[in-house]
């Protein structure tokens, strides 16, 4: 494969949109159902919440682990092979988790092979391969519809788990999940040219790049790690972390705890990944028209409201219908904006590694929103005070992402008028 930015016909570019959004669903779709599975853990394993809640956790952090890693691994040697090894661990670690009866095993299966293999499929190795094959101005609508891709997965596969969970057991559902995951192997072909051919080429072909000389990847990383906006990136996308693994692992418990059916939680989830898509969509759009900055700060700053207003709601199902909606059209809105500030602070080169390290803090604050969710419902009967710490973290969140560094924007169009 020869493309880059400066040759990719449309239909070529909505190709390998399309292509990493399949893949997206997929493995998206598959760690974001993970909730669904606490309780039916629970009882075939006696392991009890806590231990659980610390498992998913620990796959929080691990798939925010493997982005970097595998980042700077499709860096060097292309994103195919990164996704279709993901694919097998995803496959392997799902399929062999219903088999085990122990922490250290669960450890394994769920909180390692099946996290690492999620995150070699995932939105920097995704979105990198994409932003290097387009020019500037298709990238943030790009990343957002990868990014709506992964919701759609998760609108489609937590019903669907649901209801096989219902329906034939949990253990049918998980080697279903499984099964999916192996479908990333054959998507993975389209992507598997060498990212560093293309280079060159692509900043010949990008004048509105500024010409810059050869960097290594460690002087990059220690760059970046040095620059202020960067780090602000980082605080905020652990909160959005925080805020994600806290309610994928714990609202089937929130509306158990209400008193009602598992349908309503499996429902929540589904309409969390439907609105979303728009969300996702909205953000990619957005960005190519106003300041990502600011984009970052009114979601944060909405998800606070939000909040605010489910504790103070009546606990029906139409309750969580409608928190799940608007939720949702903030969920992963985060992700185009912030991959295209790290994009405008440091170029596409290694922005798949870069990214990777945002979303790595991400899954920090995912470690901790999936573990602490588990302790406060063992230590306090509910949860709380994790809603209020959500709401304080997502008000610190938005402040913190006023002070980056951005230009203000340059309109141009966007991929859909290409």
Known sequence: MTNTSATLSPRAAWTLILVASAVMMITTGTRLTSGLFLSPLNTATGLGVATISFVMAVAQ??????????????????????????????????????FVGSEWALLLTMGFLSAAGAGAGSFSILIGATAQRLPPERRAFASGFINAGGSFGQFALAPLMGAIIAGAGWIVAMLTLAGTALLTIPLAWPLRRKRAAVAPA????????????????????????????????????????????????????????????????????????????????????????YRMKSLLFWIYASR?????????????????????????????????????????????????????????????????????????????????????ADMALATAAALINLPIREAHVVRTPVLAKA
């Open 61 to 98: 952090l691990m798939w925010g682990v493997a982005q970097p890693v595998f980042g700077a691994v499709a860096d060097k040697y292309g994103p195919g092979r990164v996704i279709a090894l993901g694919g097998v661990m995803l496959a392997v670690g799902t399929a062999a988790t219903p």
């Open 202 to 289: 692509l900043t010949a072909a990008v004048p509105a790049t500024p010409a810059l000389p050869p960097i290594a990847l460690g002087q990059q990383l220690r760059q970046a790690l040095r620059d202020r906006s960067y780090l602000c990136l980082h605080a905020g996308f652990f909160t959005c972390g925080f805020h994600i693994a806290f309610l994928v692992t714990h609202l089937p418990g929130e509306v158990a705890m209400c008193g009602l059916p598992t349908t309503v939680s499996a429902a929540a989830l589904a309409l969390i990944g439907l609105f979303n898509i728009a969300g996702s969509l909205s953000a990619g759009m957005l960005a190519s028209r």
């Open 304 to 388: 606070v409201v939000i909040v605010g207003l489910y504790l103070l709601a009546p606990k029906t199902a139409w309750t969580f219908y409608i928190f799940a909606g608007a939720l949702g059209f903030t969920w992963l809105a985060t992700v185009p904006p912030t991959a295209g500030l790290v994009g405008k602070l440091f170029g596409v080169r290694y922005l798949a590694t870069l990214f990777g390290m945002t979303l790595l803090s991400h899954q920090i604050g995912g470690f901790f929103g999936a573990w602490l969710g588990g302790l406060a419902v063992v230590h306090t009967g509910d949860y709380s005070w994790m809603w209020y």
